[in-house]
């Protein structure tokens, strides 16, 4: 099973807009495309494939949080077999922190939100799965700083569209191996963003229990994670679902890392659930 997999739940009612323009547009190309190259070749054997997968979480780090949510689509239906594959993304979260300017104390208080649609490939081998996306991304940036200078005192806001690219590697199960490994990153040239995650555990008959590292960063920091993180794999019909949570500590650049926090604690949450159907013999 692949969970190569996260839109904002806080944000502005006209940035909500725009999200819901730019992700419709990306359903329906998703799904045109879908159309045009999945046809009827598919196993002709009865059994459960899976051709949507979704993921939902959130973050909360020492002055920071996010939500975000995404859906990877099958063209050919059937995340088991290789294949062409799209994605449309959101997030979106706030932040604040304060510094010292010389005399002056300042506190900054922002907002932000991304919105991406990617196209790629999944190659499945043995008991791996690995994935390469392409696409375009934009990025929204507020902040308002108050400081003890009257002078100093103001707001800002920035957007910026990027290109993207993303790639993951995680292990499906399909060798009966009770290791599970997972590396995912991504880059875009919207603000130099940059994320990086990287898992290893091992497997107890549904339960999956081991370490992960993280790296993120962009033009307003960066920031690292260790912690652990704990997996739960269960499925009902054709639906297969998976909870995953996870803690640890996050390292800033300065004590602190812009939109991603100041050093301290950070734990999350996600949900990820793939969608599948019975398919039986062509007619």
Do not use: H
Request: glycine share 16%.
């Amino acid at each position: 099973m692949v969970f190569i997999g996260g839109v904002a739940v806080l944000m502005p009612l006209s940035t909500k807009k725009c999200v819901a323009a730019t992700l419709a547009w990306g359903f329906g190309v998703l799904a045109m495309s879908a159309s045009a190259l999945a046809g009827d070749d598919y196993d002709t054997s009865s059994n459960t494939t899976y051709s949507i997968v979704t993921t939902s979480g959130g973050e909360v780090t020492n002055g920071a949080w996010e939500g975000y949510s995404g859906a990877y689509f099958a063209f050919n239906r059937d995340f088991s077999r290789d294949g062409w594959i799209g994605r449309i993304y959101g997030a979106g979260g706030r932040y604040d922190y304060e510094f010292n300017d010389g005399p002056d104390y300042v506190t900054v208080d922002g907002t932000y939100w991304n919105a991406d649609v990617m196209f790629g490939y999944l190659w499945v081998r043995g008991g791996l799965d690995f994935a390469v996306l392409l696409g375009g991304d934009f990025q929204e940036r507020r902040a308002v700083a108050v400081s003890t200078d009257p002078f100093f005192s103001g707001r800002e806001r920035e957007d910026e569209f990027g290109f993207k690219v993303a790639a993951d590697l995680e292990t499906n199960g399909e060798d009966n191996s009770p290791i599970y490994v997972s590396l995912g990153g991504s880059y875009s040239t919207a603000f130099d963003t940059y994320y990086a995650l990287g898992r290893v555990g091992y497997n107890f008959d549904g339960f999956t229990l081991g370490p992960e590292a993280w790296a993120m960063g962009d033009d307003s920091g960066d920031a690292q994670r260790v912690g652990g993180f704990l997996m739960f794999d269960r499925e009902i019909g054709t639906v297969y679902s998976r909870i995953t949570v996870s803690g640890g500590y996050q390292f800033a650049d300065d004590g602190f890392a812009g939109e991603f926090g100041s050093e301290g604690g950070y734990a999350a949450i996600e949900l990820s659930l793939a969608l599948g159907e019975t398919r039986g013999p062509l007619k």
